[in-house]
């Protein structure tokens, strides 16, 4: 969960919904739309997960008092995933465009902009409003994925855990043998996670590697082979080893670059690990739907004349209210 949007969606309202909604725009002072979280929330409602049933759907985007409401107490459980929340980042500058026009999006991706850099969210915004992973954020929610994946199972978990614990031991003792541990605890998660997935018959990483189908080209596949041979060789990983092959002496470059390199042949070995989901993004300006997006269509429907004319009028009553 670590630098994705919704971790810190909480946050969002303080830091982005209440300064666009009540701080003046443009050279003549003009506020927001007083109907402008009807459209918000309309704009959310397909990122909400499908266990959430809002019978009151109709009411809620057509008042814009009760939208507001709404909105604000949305809360980071009730939303599908991190994709569909980029997604209504994405698509809510859409929504304020056909509100605001220029001035109410420009004041919306400044706004997001700094809440991007003030939580170190793994996502670079770009105009118009695209939010796009960053190779460390992609990295991060690899990890995640990962730890999310052991912890459904107690052997996997602990091999986790031995794992985690060797990487935190290095920041008392940058030591060779301590390296080689770490090194040593990754294979083995590696292997046991390998030997988790479904269909599978072998017992050995490099076995392992065989019987998997996921590999794009030969060369991938001999790639992570010939860094399990490594770990079996090099003298005190995973065995005594051939003291004839050892060039130098392991050190922490050693540790960062295979670690990197053996944590992301990861999706090969665990087709069950959402490579979507580990990517982030949206799904809208990739030209895909939201999976919620159809029933939103078909709940709420396009805006009839009745239900323009009713959102203009509670605007009038919203402005009135607040004289």
């Known amino acids: 969960m670590r630098g994705e949007l919704v971790s810190v969606w909480t946050e969002t309202w303080r ?5 666009l909604s009540e701080s003046p725009l443009g050279a003549d002072d003009e506020f927001p739309p007083s109907d402008i979280f009807c459209e918000l929330y309309r704009t959310l409602e397909p990122a909400f997960s499908p266990r959430i049933t809002i019978e009151d759907l109709a009411d809620i985007i057509d008042d814009p008092l009760q939208s507001r409401e709404a909105f604000a107490s949305v809360s980071a459980d009730e939303i599908a995933n991190e994709r569909s929340l980029a997604s209504f980042f994405e698509n809510a500058f859409d929504t304020l465009d056909e509100l605001g026009g220029e001035d109410l999006t420009n004041h919306y991706f400044k706004l ?3 809440f991007v850099k003030k939580f170190s969210l793994r996502y670079d915004l770009r105009r118009p409003c695209v939010l796009c992973p960053t190779l460390p954020g992609v990295f991060t929610s690899l990890v995640d994925e990962l730890r999310a994946h052991t912890k459904q199972d107690l052997h996997l978990d602990a091999l986790m855990e031995d794992f985690e614990e060797a990487m935190r031991d290095l920041r008392y003792d940058i030591s060779e043998g301590r390296i080689k541990t770490c090194i040593q605890k990754q294979v083995n998660l590696l292997e046991a996670v390998g030997r988790a997935a479904p269909g ?5 990483l490099g076995a392992i590697c065989n019987q998997v189908g996921t590999w794009p080209h030969k060369k991938v596949k001999e790639a992570i082979k010939s860094l399990y041979v490594f770990t079996s060789d090099y003298p005190g990983i995973r065995h005594g080893g051939t003291p004839a092959s050892e060039i130098r002496a392991l050190d922490m470059r050693d540790l960062i670059a295979i670690s990197v390199l053996l ?7 665990e087709s069950r690990l959402n490579a979507d989901a580990i990517f982030g ?12 997006a159809a029933l939103a269509n078909r709940t709420v429907g396009l805006r009839s004349s009745e239900s323009v004319i009713r959102r203009l009028w509670n605007s009038v009553a919203f402005w009135i209210s607040r004289k």
Do not use: Q, V
């Open 15 to 19: 830091e982005i919904w209440l300064p």
């Open 112 to 114: 997001l902009s700094n």
């Open 200 to 204: 599978m018959t072998e017992t050995t």
């Open 263 to 269: 944590t992301g042949f990861t999706p090969y070995l």
């Open 281 to 292: 993004g949206s799904s809208n300006r990739a030209g895909l739907i939201p999976p919620s």
